[in-house]
């Protein structure tokens, strides 16, 4: 059975939304190991100071790595040297946890990647970060692009059920959009860069 089908009969048997002329998820080329664990550490650092630690403790964190400021994008930079962030900054920054955690599973922190009806484990990846190792090595590009295609196909249904003004607790919107940020950024989307990634449906 293809990834497309086992996708639509996983959402089917929970009684979501599919859209069957969706096209399949595929990729010819994934981003390293080495700038998928960068990017974590990034995205961490800037979910943690959304989250209330202070600025420098996050740069400092960067800087332990190697990464401040070259891993870190312009909206990623303007935010952590903003001493007064707005709301909706600060909102949007904490989000990216859900991010941070496909990415933790892409490179192994996860044994698995669970479905997106529910917010990730900040304590848990507080952990995993913190212990990653050095050198990490991608999972197998089968399972990622199996992800990958489930949470395009779980994008839709949210944003179909938007539309519709239907409530669901099958799937966590904001999980899903985010999941499928970090996949897209990690497919090397049209060559997006991380600031740069749209998630069309």
Not at 28 to 37: I, Q
Not at 152 to 163: F, K, P, V
Not at 167 to 194: I, K, M, T
Request: charged share 25%.
């Amino acid at each position: 059975m293809d990834r497309k089908k086992r996708s639509e009969l996983l959402l089917q048997d929970l009684g979501i939304a599919i859209n069957t002329g969706l096209p399949p998820i595929t990729s010819e080329k994934l981003r390293s190991a080495k700038a998928v664990a960068e990017r974590a550490r990034v995205l961490y650092a800037v979910a943690m100071y959304a989250e209330g630690t202070a600025s420098a403790q996050g740069i400092a964190f960067l800087k332990g790595h190697g990464l401040w400021p070259s891993a870190v994008t312009p909206k990623e930079k303007a935010f952590l040297c903003n001493c007064d962030p707005s709301p909706l900054d600060i909102i949007q920054f904490t989000w990216r946890y859900e991010s941070l955690w496909v990415l933790l599973w892409a490179i192994g922190g996860l044994e698995a990647l669970s479905f997106p009806d529910h917010l990730c484990e900040v304590v848990e990846v507080h952990r995993i970060v913190l212990n990653l190792p050095e050198y990490c090595s991608l999972r197998p590009s089968t399972e990622i692009l199996d992800a990958a295609d489930l949470t395009y196909r779980c994008h839709w249904a949210t944003i179909e059920n938007q539309l519709r003004c239907r409530g669901s607790d099958r799937l966590d919107p904001g999980v899903v959009y985010e999941r499928h940020y970090a996949f897209n950024w990690l497919l090397c989307h049209q060559n997006q860069e991380w600031d740069d990634v749209t998630t069309d449906t």
